[in-house]
Nanobody, 115 residues
Framework: QVQLVESGGGLVQAGGSLRLSCAASGSIFRVNTMGWYRQVPGKQRELVATISSGGSTNYADSVKGRFTISRDNAKNTVFVQMNSLKPEDTAVYYC?????????WGQGTQVTVSS
């Protein structure tokens, strides 16, 4: 079983920055993909960014050039540095870990960007 604990959400003005962290514990295999997704009420959860255990990254077009995902494999932690935030980035951000085809989700952390 895998547990994910997110931190770092909050309220920020447009143009500001936030850094989200997600620590994983439990039955974590060395080969996995961690990432961030976000969801607003009434819409489907969408990809923000993912990073494999080997360091390969994937970003949604809407965040390319503004967000940077990274991970510390020794600490089983994934981060996303979010710069130049926009009001449309407002959402609940969820951490995810996928291994052996199974995805585990964190509880979510609210990010609110005021205009």
């Amino acid at each position: 079983q895998v547990q994910l604990v997110e931190s770092g959400g909050g309220l920020v003005q447009a143009g500001g920055s936030l850094r989200l962290s997600c620590a994983a514990s439990g039955s974590i295999f060395r080969v996995n993909t961690m990432g961030w997704y976000r969801q607003v009420p009434g819409k489907q959860r969408e990809l923000v960014a993912t990073i494999s255990s080997g360091g390969s990254t994937n970003y949604a077009d809407s965040v390319k050039g503004r967000f940077t995902i990274s991970r510390d494999n020794a600490k089983n932690t994934v981060f996303v540095q979010m710069n130049s935030l926009k009001p449309e980035d407002t959402a609940v951000y969820y951490c995810a870990l996928t291994r052996l085809g199974i995805t585990t989700w964190g509880q979510g952390t609210q990010v609110t960007v005021s205009s």
